[in-house]
């Protein structure tokens, strides 16, 4: 028996409102500002939330002196037109020219690395 049920993935980052207005162009769903938490309530029951962390330092990766802690793997049916989405977002690339992968990584604007996966 589980002693615990998720409740939500929270990020940390500079400006919490503009990280979720990001990740809620690439997912769906829809953003609620409660100033220095925002929450981004996701199609099919999921949360994404985002707190103000004033001295924010975006990991490195890949660095293994500077682990990147914690990072996104986000299922998409088109690889490259969900690269194409996700720069126009503010994303950057981290490794992304192994075309033959079924994944790409990047950063969100952030800095925190999430990862494009072929779908299937």
Known sequence: MAVAE???VVLDCPDPHALAGFYAEVLGGTVEDQGEWVDLKLPGGQQLAFQAAP???PPKWPA???SQQVHLDLDVPD???AEQAVLALGAKPLDAADRARSFR???DPAGHPFCLCAAG
Do not use: T
Request: no cysteine.
């Open 64 to 66: 293994p002196d500077h």
């Open 79 to 81: 690889l490259d037109a």
């Open 55 to 57: 001295g924010f330092v």
């Open 6 to 8: 998720l409740s939500v």
């Open 105 to 107: 990584v990047y950063a």
